[in-house]
């Protein structure tokens, strides 16, 4: 039954025609350069479009004259943490001709490339909170072809401008991804636009599984490697291509706590919709994991972490001081999964963590840094009584600057101090030094 124009995973790199229908069941276990049709979503009987290696090949043949080879480095906490630990640089992924950096391109290139000179023309519309549009947009743009992103709310206004930027259509609407999906959906129906979703399209996941590829070629003795997991398409494609090349390497995925929604999936055996929460891990904020990416990744998946919000400040705070990097959230949660503790197993092994993103706005940025200094124990508030009289602030601060005390910020309250009312509570914000001020105020 025709539902929605979809782009079609039967395509390779020349233009094919596509059929909006449901497969056969024999055509689902062909490769998807021989594919006929394409369905969007899996059917009641549980089927779902299978991602092969060689569409992974394909995809890196496909893509490579323009997405370049993100670097893979090996961390400065590695003695820290007792690991040969590296990074896949992928919030470098762009080959420096724009300011976007996501691993999110690999697949939008990949699935741009599959279209049919009428698709092409019709133009293409997306849902997505910030990363898979600024793909869209940006190589919709380099090669002529329409882009409409539907974006939810909560979206970094950030990211909503660089798509604009980059000359897509941005409509801002659906309190999370569940609602600008669906409006996306809706457009595409009406409009005849091809959508393209984020994550749950097979096209894109051999794309984001290119990262696979390259992983082994600069670290063929690699142990394990810890991936991001949003909506399932980078862990599905990553999965596959290492998986299908080195089964014996661990494959560990990581969510934030805000949004679970992979882990829920295999809890309950297929996608389910979680609620979720505003989290550093914007990226990742997806309330219902793909039917494909889940059925492709979760039999290749050996262990899932869940990281808390504080971890993830943690990470970013010390990818910008360790590795000189700026990540955004949904990136960082690799490296929260080996700060946090819970992968103490791979120590004495070669690990590599996926840094997926750096598309992060700089309030949140600094918002970041901070809660990350004070979970460190490298900010400390301190709270003082004193009376209320000219001078008794002078004071107190005096009494900071003989401890050598660096006052960050200082506030004062009077109306709910529970002393008597001739005294003022004054809160200072400080940066420990060799003496802690709490113990002399």
């Given at each position: 039954?025709?539902?929605?124009?979809?782009?079609?995973?039967?395509?390779?790199?020349?233009?094919?025609?596509?059929?909006?229908?449901?497969?056969?069941?024999?055509?689902?276990?062909?490769?998807?350069?021989?594919?006929?049709?394409?369905?969007?979503?899996?059917?009641?009987?549980?089927?779902?479009?299978?991602?092969?290696?060689?569409?992974?090949?394909?995809?890196?043949?496909?893509?490579?004259?323009?997405?370049?080879?993100?670097?893979?480095?090996?961390?400065?906490?590695?003695?820290?943490?007792?690991?040969?630990?590296?990074?896949?640089?992928?919030?470098?992924?762009?080959?420096?001709?724009?300011?976007?950096?996501?691993?999110?391109?690999?697949?939008?290139?990949?699935?741009?490339?599959?279209?049919?000179?009428?698709?092409?023309?019709?133009?293409?519309?997306?849902?997505?909170?910030?990363?898979?549009?600024?793909?869209?947009?940006?190589?919709?743009?380099?090669?002529?072809?329409?882009?409409?992103?539907?974006?939810?709310?909560?979206?970094?206004?950030?990211?909503?401008?660089?798509?604009?930027?980059?000359?897509?259509?941005?409509?801002?609407?659906?309190n999370d991804m569940f609602g600008a999906t669906q409006v996306a959906l809706d457009d595409s129906r009406s409009s005849g636009r091809v959508f393209i979703n984020a994550f749950d399209n097979v096209r894109?996941?051999?794309?984001?599984?290119?990262?696979?590829?390259?992983?082994?070629?600069?670290?063929?003795?690699?142990?394990?490697?810890?991936?991001?997991?949003?909506?399932?398409?980078?862990?599905?494609?990553?999965?596959?291509?290492?998986?299908?090349?080195?089964?014996?390497?661990?494959?560990?995925?990581?969510?934030?706590?805000?949004?679970?929604?992979?882990?829920?999936?295999?809890?309950?055996?297929?996608?389910?919709?979680?609620?979720?929460?505003?989290?550093?891990?914007?990226?990742?904020?997806?309330?219902?994991?793909?039917?494909?990416?889940?059925?492709?990744?979760?039999?290749?998946?050996?262990?899932?972490?869940?990281?808390?919000?504080?971890?993830?400040?943690?990470?970013?705070?010390?990818?910008?001081?360790?590795?000189?990097?700026?990540?955004?959230?949904?990136?960082?949660?690799?490296?929260?999964?080996?700060?946090?503790?819970?992968?103490?197993?791979?120590?004495?092994?070669?690990?590599?963590?996926?840094?997926?993103?750096?598309?992060?706005?700089?309030?949140?940025?600094?918002?970041?840094?901070?809660?990350?200094?004070?979970?460190?124990?490298?900010?400390?508030?301190?709270?003082?009584?004193?009376?209320?009289?000219?001078?008794?602030?002078?004071?107190?601060?005096?009494?900071?600057?003989?401890?050598?005390?660096?006052?960050?910020?200082?506030?004062?309250?009077?109306?709910?101090?529970?002393?008597?009312?001739?005294?003022?509570?004054?809160?200072?914000?400080?940066?420990?030094?060799?003496?802690?001020?709490?113990?002399?105020?």
């Amino acid at each position: 039954m025709s539902v929605v124009r979809n782009i079609g995973d039967s395509c390779s790199r020349s233009p094919c025609s596509v059929v909006i229908t449901n497969a056969p069941d024999d055509d689902l276990k062909k490769p998807l350069s021989s594919r006929s049709t394409k369905r969007m979503f899996a059917d009641e009987a549980g089927e779902y479009d299978k991602l092969h290696f060689d569409d992974i090949l394909q995809a890196h043949k496909t893509i490579r004259p323009d997405v370049h080879v993100s670097p893979l480095v090996r961390s400065h906490i590695s003695n820290n943490v007792q690991m040969d630990l590296y990074l896949k640089q992928e919030f470098t992924s762009f080959t420096g001709r724009s300011i976007y950096s996501s691993f999110k391109e690999r697949g939008a290139r990949n699935a741009l490339l599959c279209l049919t000179p009428e698709q092409r023309k019709a133009g293409v519309v997306a849902a997505s909170a910030g990363n898979h549009a600024q793909g869209l947009s940006y190589h919709g743009q380099s090669l002529g072809i329409p882009v409409k992103v539907v974006m939810p709310v909560i979206a970094p206004l950030m990211k909503i401008q660089k798509c604009k930027d980059f000359g897509a259509d941005v409509v801002v609407e659906g309190n999370d991804m569940f609602g600008a999906t669906q409006v996306a959906l809706d457009d595409s129906r009406s409009s005849g636009r091809v959508f393209i979703n984020a994550f749950d399209n097979v096209r894109v996941m051999a794309g984001q599984g290119t990262i696979g590829l390259e992983i082994l070629d600069q670290l063929p003795n690699v142990d394990a490697v810890v991936i991001p997991i949003g909506g399932g398409g980078l862990i599905a494609g990553i999965s596959t291509a290492i998986k299908s090349r080195k089964p014996d390497t661990l494959i560990i995925g990581v969510e934030s706590e805000m949004c679970p929604s992979f882990n829920e999936a295999q809890i309950k055996g297929k996608p389910v919709l979680v609620p979720t929460s505003r989290s550093l891990a914007d990226g990742l904020a997806v309330p219902q994991v793909g039917i494909h990416s889940f059925s492709n990744a979760t039999n290749k998946i050996d262990r899932m972490v869940i990281v808390k919000e504080d971890s993830i400040a943690l990470a970013i705070l010390t990818l910008v001081e360790k590795e000189k990097s700026v990540v955004e959230g949904a990136g960082a949660v690799s490296m929260a999964a080996i700060l946090s503790g819970q992968l103490d197993l791979l120590k004495g092994k070669r690990v590599v963590l996926v840094v997926s993103g750096g598309n992060i706005d700089t309030t949140v940025l600094s918002r970041a840094l901070h809660k990350g200094m004070a979970i460190d124990g490298r900010l400390l508030k301190v709270g003082v009584v004193v009376d209320d009289r000219p001078g008794c602030i002078a004071e107190l601060c005096q009494v900071f600057s003989e401890l050598q005390v660096n006052m960050r910020h200082l506030m004062h309250e009077r109306a709910w101090v529970k002393a008597d009312v001739f005294s003022v509570k004054v809160f200072i914000l400080t940066k420990p030094g060799v003496v802690d001020p709490s113990q002399h105020t």
